[in-house]
Structures are given as structure tokens and as C-alpha cells.
């Protein structure tokens, strides 16, 4: 069965850190590109970061220089760091496997983070 499980979310205080994880099962990561994005009530999901088969990697403007998106091929994971983070960072944060086509992208159930003093 294909499936994206993701872990690590909590509650964070302003300036902390939260390492999320992803792990994938029912197919190999290393034939895809993957995603994190997050969710407020009310608001689109929102595309945080994203990396390559070949581990190039993308940032929203609002992440760059706080969240690092990586992949361990070997264990089937992709991790997010987020450090430094900030109120408005409080969110569902989803893995997605990226196909280009809403049929074939796979997404995880979500993690809640919520960065609160």
C-alpha cells in the first residue's frame, strides 16, 4: 500500500526547533521528487519546500533560511528542520510524493505544529 506517514509535529515556543519527519512506504522515494507543505484554517495549503531525485532543492520566501528540506533514499525518508520558528508558522504540515499529476501524488495525513509561547 502506498503511503506517506509524517511525524515529529508539537507544540514549540517562538525561536525553537521541530525536525519533521516523512516516511514513505509501498513504493521507492528515490524515483520522486517530494514536497512539504502546511495548512491554516481557512487559508490554500501552501507549498513550504521541495526536493529533487537529484536533491535540488526549493524554498517558500517565507521559510528560506530557517527550514531545511533533506532525503535519506536508504531509509525511505524526507525529513523538514525548521528552526527559528515563528507564530506564523503554526500550521498542518503535509509530505506529499510529487508526480505532476493529482492521480498519482500521494499525500500524508499531517502533523500539527503550533509555535506558541
Do not use: H
Amino acid at each position: 500500500q502506498v503511503q506517506l506517514v509524517e511525524s515529529g509535529g508539537g507544540l514549540v515556543q517562538p525561536g525553537g526547533s521541530l525536525r519533521l519527519s516523512c516516511e514513505a512506504s509501498g513504493f521507492s522515494l528515490r524515483d520522486y521528487s517530494m514536497s512539504w507543505y502546511r495548512e491554516v484554517p481557512g487559508k490554500e495549503r501552501e507549498l513550504v519546500a521541495s526536493i529533487s531525485k537529484t536533491g535540488t532543492t526549493n524554498y517558500a520566501g517565507s521559510v528560506k533560511g530557517r527550514f531545511t528540506i533533506s532525503r535519506d533514499n536508504d531509509k525511505n525518508t524526507v525529513a523538514l528542520q525548521m528552526d527559528a520558528l515563528r507564530s506564523e508558522d503554526t500550521a498542518v504540515y503535509y509530505c506529499k510524493r510529487v508526480t505532476g499529476s493529482p492521480v498519482y501524488d500521494v499525500w500524508g495525513q499531517g502533523t500539527q505544529v503550533t509555535v506558541s509561547s
